[in-house]
């Protein structure tokens, strides 16, 4: 409002400005254009002309700025709208490839990289389609022109590794996680994928060292557990990796140390220390093993261990006290078993007894320990020489549910005749018995 007051103002002054020059200057007045060209008027009316030629130039530039910043705002506009439908194409191209119609996300998909190629969300995105579609090799190209474009960016490497890592390529995984970790070095996600390439490569030093780096930058409690579980679980593999060797023993002791829970690490010091004669430290790894807590693992070797030195005998005071304060069924089996072993049939009957009065509580919890149970009487029978009634358990045994002192998994299941330490979904000291 004021502005249109503050012009209306100019041009009424301006105005009687004119009409007074006119009044007073009434005569004309020559204007040459050229040697031969000349026009006169008066005075206020060359004045007038050049006001409103001015007038006319200044109103001139302003249409010329105004269509200028049109056209930039509607280019921009453009810019915005072609954005937002790209971004548009991805999202939906996401959604649709989340839910399995792998051709409307493809078709999506690449006209967003079309446009946007540089864009990682989308990168990925089609790297993820290619994998639904198990073209490996081509997202694997995919990925590769994406990071020639963006660059070294961390998610573009992680999904390379990942790639890498199921195509059996443990040693790419490692050269391009080290280079995202190059850009992130503090990220815990990519030192643990770092750690876990490392060890599939076989280089569990350096995974150590890559899963203690990354154990430095966890900050939240219960990722920082996790994250120090695993790097116990690399420590132990690399002194597994050592054999049954002294330095194995010593390395083992180290791991213990950090974590006393680690009971596989209990079972890896018995063994070097068997192997090197020294008995004394075999049996204090496993009855301290076993007192933390029973694994069918610990309480085998442990039995085995007196058993063949023909002493079954000193295998008893730790089982029995591994039995008590707990309706635990593996530690009693194996107490049974040794019990036959040292020429006691009578009390593993009696331990074997209290196992079958609580079948209907160990099957409510999802244990059937009759295999088990069947193999222990059948030994009973065997040490009393019933050699028949021996045969028909152990046959009754073997067509159990499931292998008697079988192993399984505890993360993913998997069943094994026999202990060991690392499992192939990766866990490590996941085994144990089923009962």
Known sequence: MLRRLGMALLVALSGAAVAFLYYHNGHSVPLHLGADQHFELPLAIHLLGAFALGAGLILLGGVLRAGASGLRDMRERSVVRQADQTERWRDDGRKLLWSGELDGASRLLSKAAERRPDDCETALALAELHR???????????????RARIGPEPRLLSETAKLALERGS???????????????PASP????????????????????????RRLAAEREPVRREQARRELVSLRYRAAAALGETPSAADAMRRVLAEDPDCFAASVGLAAAAVSGKDSRTAEKALREGIR????????????????????PQRALPVLREACTGNQLAAPRLALARALVAAGKPDEAEAVLAEI????????????????????????????????????????????????????????CGRGSGTWTDHCPCGAVGSYDWLV
């Open 132 to 146: 639904a579609r198990g073209e490996t090799e081509t997202a694997r190209r995919a990925l590769a022109a994406a």
């Open 189 to 212: 996600r990519l030192l643990s994928e770092l750690a876990g390439a490392l060890a599939a490569e076989g280089r569990l030093d350096d995974a150590v060292d890559a899963a203690t």
């Open 356 to 411: 079958e009065g609580a079948a209907t509580r160990l099957a409510a919890e999802g244990i059937d320990a009759g295999p088990e149970r069947d193999f222990v009487a059948a030994e009973i029978a065997l040490a009393r020489g019933r050699e028949g009634t021996a045969a028909r358990l152990f046959e009754q045994a073997a067509s159990g549910s499931h292998r008697p002192f079988g192993y399984a998994c505890t993360r």
């Open 170 to 184: 443990a040693g790419a995984a490692s050269d391009a996680l080290r280079e995202a970790t190059v850009v992130a």
């Open 292 to 311: 933390r807590s029973p694994r069918g693992v610990l309480l085998e070797r442990w039995r085995a261990l007196f058993t063949g030195d023909g002493q």
